[in-house]
């Protein structure tokens, strides 16, 4: 029988891959106002997510969605001499 401990824990991984690919894909939409964008829509999913399942999954979200975000921007620029 499987541990109702790693059932949870498994469960809130499952909503951590949730909420980063929630978040990644949303990363280019945001409200901007003047020359700013006031509010990033994965910014929401990141308190959605912290609210949801906890600080510690949650904040695993915004690192993993950071990173990716980060990793997919960095590649969109890269230059090719």
Same mark, same amino acid.
């Given at each position: 029988?499987?541990?109702?401990?790693?059932? $949870? %824990? !498994?469960?809130? #991984?499952?909503?951590?891959a949730? !909420? +980063?690919? /929630?978040?990644?894909?949303s %990363?280019g939409? %945001?409200f901007?106002?003047?020359?700013?964008?006031?509010?990033?829509?994965?910014?929401?999913?990141?308190? =959605?997510?912290?609210? #949801?399942?906890?600080?510690?999954?949650? &904040?695993?979200?915004? !690192?993993l =969605? *950071? *990173?990716? *975000?980060? +990793? $997919? $921007? &960095? /590649? /969109? !620029?890269?230059? =090719?001499?």
């Amino acid at each position: 029988m499987v541990n109702r401990a790693a059932k $949870i %824990s !498994f469960r809130k #991984m499952v909503y951590v891959a949730i !909420f +980063c690919a /929630l978040a990644v894909v949303s %990363s280019g939409v %945001s409200f901007p106002i003047g020359p700013t964008k006031v509010f990033p829509f994965p910014h929401a999913i990141n308190v =959605v997510a912290g609210i #949801m399942i906890g600080p510690w999954y949650g &904040g695993l979200a915004a !690192f993993l =969605v *950071s *990173s990716i *975000s980060g +990793c $997919i $921007i &960095g /590649l /969109l !620029f890269v230059r =090719v001499f």
